[in-house]
């Protein structure tokens, strides 16, 4: 036999179920406190009634055996026996009034007579219990002679305190059903704002989320989202959660984009010098004469290729987290030899070197490190002209130590400066001599596998990419 899960309760009727109990439990100590409160009371009463019976029943005119000696003011069911110190014990209680006069009493029998004569003198009333006439409140007292014995019946003060009691009951009653449907309503529309939330939630959840450009409109409304209220922390905590899952959701789409982007322009990278190769080949097998020229074009376009797949390599290697070596580097040194290489290689530019009068040291791997300031340079030779100055300047700080490249040629387009680190971006699409457009992308993943951080700042004529490594010192 399968016991079936029990289904959980909602935070409506936990809540309703606490506030129903607390009504119940308040009316029980209510009830009781005041039922022990009324009954301490008629008691009382009752208890100065009973003295006031025995010193009307010890006085002059106490009973005899031969008739009734009930006075005005005595109630119905008044008790009063004698016991003298020699004879036969008796007793009356009053049974009936007609007009001003008593008229009738009846004399207690043998049991009852029996039950009295048990009872002590002890100054105070006590109760005791007669047989045929129930619970009576009793006081005894010694007179010359004997012993009289003086009661009321407890029958009225049991009957209140039963009518309380059963009152009690059926207005705590009414008060648990009232709290449980005034607590039922009250907390239904306390917990809307939090089942709104919870709405927000579910429409965001029904979004497709698993690809494409993400769209996520639905936020809590901004009265759901005063954190000093608990509910409005929920609501803030949702849309702060919404805010991260769509700029996440954003970036892997454009991740996407730019991986599909990468994708298209490697192969077109690669297709120009792959035709070339298969053009020149073709040619060399159906022109024999011209097969050395052909071999020396196979040979310029492979070893473009090979530079190409090496960038590649070297940024997958870096995007995977592999570590560089670490070891000081003399990058005064490495400035020095970079910008000496410039001015062979490129004499129709002034190139400017700036160091401090302390060598700068950085850790890092040297390799990697002489790459980023030649992808530097060679980027400020391509697309400034000739005559334009470049100035390589050394820095230290207290955020590290680095280098910055300046140029004052046209600098980069308005909306070509943001992409300047994108792989294969180049400032003229259409072009298809030269690097490409991976130069500044190793730059900014050597850079960063460094830990260390790379700017751009372009405008006409001015145009600065600063690099800034962790120095030996931070």
Not at 350 to 356: A, I, T
Not at 385 to 392: F, N
């Amino acid at each position: 036999m399968t016991l079936r899960p029990r289904r959980p309760l909602t935070l409506t009727a936990r809540l309703v179920a606490v506030v129903v109990l607390l009504v119940a439990v308040s009316a029980v100590l209510i009830a009781v406190a005041t039922t022990l409160a009324m009954q301490r009371n008629l008691d009382q009463r009752l208890d100065a009634d009973v003295r006031d019976a025995a010193r009307f029943a010890a006085g002059p005119r106490h009973p005899d055996r031969d008739g009734d000696d009930f006075g005005p003011g005595q109630r119905f069911g008044s008790l009063q026996a004698y016991r003298p110190d020699s004879g036969e014990p008796w007793g009356t209680v009053l049974s009936e009034q007609q007009g001003a006069s008593w008229s009738a009493s009846t004399a207690l029998d043998a049991d009852q007579l029996a039950a009295v004569d048990d009872l002590d003198a002890a100054g105070e009333p006590q109760t005791v219990d007669l047989p045929g006439l129930g619970s009576y409140r009793v006081l005894v007292t010694d007179v010359p002679g004997g012993t009289i014995v003086a009661g009321l019946p407890r029958g009225e003060v049991q009957e209140t305190v039963e009518r309380l009691v059963q009152l009690e009951l059926l207005t705590g009653l009414l008060g648990v059903l009232a709290a449980a449907g005034v607590g039922t309503w009250v907390v239904r529309r306390q917990l809307s704002p939090l089942r709104e939330v919870a709405a927000t939630a579910h429409r965001v959840a029904e979004l497709p989320l698993a690809s494409g450009e993400i769209e996520m409109t639905d936020r809590v409304p901004a009265r759901l989202t005063d954190e000093r209220t608990e509910v409005g922390q929920v609501g803030s905590a949702l849309n702060a959660m919404l805010d991260h899952v769509e700029h996440s959701l954003g970036q892997r789409h454009l991740s996407e984009q730019q991986v599909r982007q990468f994708v298209a322009d490697a192969s077109h990278e690669l297709r120009t010098p792959l035709a070339t190769i298969a053009g020149y080949t073709e040619l060399a097998r159906h022109r024999p004469e011209t097969s050395g020229t052909a071999l020396a074009k196979v040979e310029t376009e492979a070893a473009r290729m090979t530079a190409l797949v090496e960038d590649l390599l070297l940024l997958a290697r870096l995007d995977s987290g592999r570590p560089l070596e670490r070891r000081p580097v003399d990058l005064s040194r490495l400035l020095l030899e970079a910008v000496d290489d410039a001015r062979v290689v490129d004499p129709d530019r002034s190139w400017r070197l700036s160091l401090p009068d302390e060598p700068i040291t950085v850790t890092g791997d040297e390799a990697r490190l002489h790459q980023v300031v030649s992808n530097l340079l060679t980027n400020a030779r391509k697309h400034t002209p000739r005559g334009s100055t470049v100035t390589v300047t050394g820095t230290t700080g207290p955020a590290g130590a680095g280098f910055t490249v300046h140029d004052d040629g046209p600098g980069f387009p308005p909306d070509l400066a943001p992409r300047a680190f994108e792989r294969f971006t180049r400032g003229d699409a259409a072009r298809t001599r030269g690097g490409a457009g991976l130069g500044l992308s190793l730059v900014e993943a050597i850079v960063g596998a460094h830990g260390g951080a790379v700017t751009l700042e372009s405008r006409p004529g001015d145009t600065t990419i600063a690099v800034v490594l962790p120095s030996q010192a931070t």
